[in-house]
């Protein structure tokens, strides 16, 4: 198994457990949708590559679907954030997993003969994530203290936060986004300003 692969693996296992006690958990456990078969044809996608070149690397464990169809949903709206629907294309898995969704896989192309990928982001049901060391994870790894919490669901996409009261008494707010190498990325922001006060590298 690639380095990538086994780390998609460790991040979907970590987003499992963190459901153990919410009343779908035994269905997401239960999905075949995230066998390592599935996100080993991820990791061949690479940089530079065409939509046709893709599409052949995801065979056959992932359909292209014909429009994209899934962009324009919710939560997809709020998860994904590119909104450029000429310079995208979607595969879908066969299954589809406990949040009621197939996997998918956001491929994003530097022009509409999507000749050239610049960035790819996967869907497991628990957010999304980039396959390649492109765009969004540089702005994930770019995101600073002062920044606002817009610009950082603008360039990463919305996430669920976690509220905690910090030692001077203020409620802030935990954003957890995973980067292509593994990394798990806490964002923590005040929650009276959402202004980002700090970020740290989590990963085990």
């Not at 589809?96 to 896989?105: E, T």
Request: glycine content about 8%; hydrophobic content about 40%; some cysteine.
């Amino acid at each position: 198994m690639k380095p990538n692969s086994a780390a998609l693996l460790l991040q979907l296992s970590v987003a499992m457990l963190a459901c153990a006690f919410s009343s779908d958990c035994a269905a997401q456990q239960g999905s075949s949708a995230i066998e390592s078969d599935l996100l080993e044809r991820t990791q061949d996608v690479r940089l530079g590559d065409s939509a046709a070149e893709v599409g052949r690397k995801l065979k056959p464990f992932w359909l292209p679907t014909q429009t994209n169809h899934f962009l324009t949903q919710y939560p997809f709206t709020r998860l994904v954030p590119y909104t450029n629907s000429a310079v995208i294309r979607e595969w879908q898995s066969k299954d589809v997993i406990a949040s009621g969704w197939p996997m998918l896989v956001f491929a994003v192309f530097s022009s509409p003969a999507k000749t050239n990928l610049v960035d790819a982001l996967l869907f497991s049901g628990h957010g999304v994530q980039p396959l390649v060391d492109g765009l969004y994870q540089r702005n994930l790894l770019g995101i600073r203290r002062g920044d606002s919490v817009e610009k950082v669901y603008a360039l990463l996409g919305r996430k669920e936060c976690e509220y905690f009261r910090a030692e001077d008494g203020k409620w802030h707010v935990t954003l957890t986004y995973f980067g292509c190498h593994g990394e798990f990325i806490d964002i923590e922001v005040d929650a009276g300003t959402g202004v980002v006060l700090k970020t740290a590298d989590m990963t085990i």
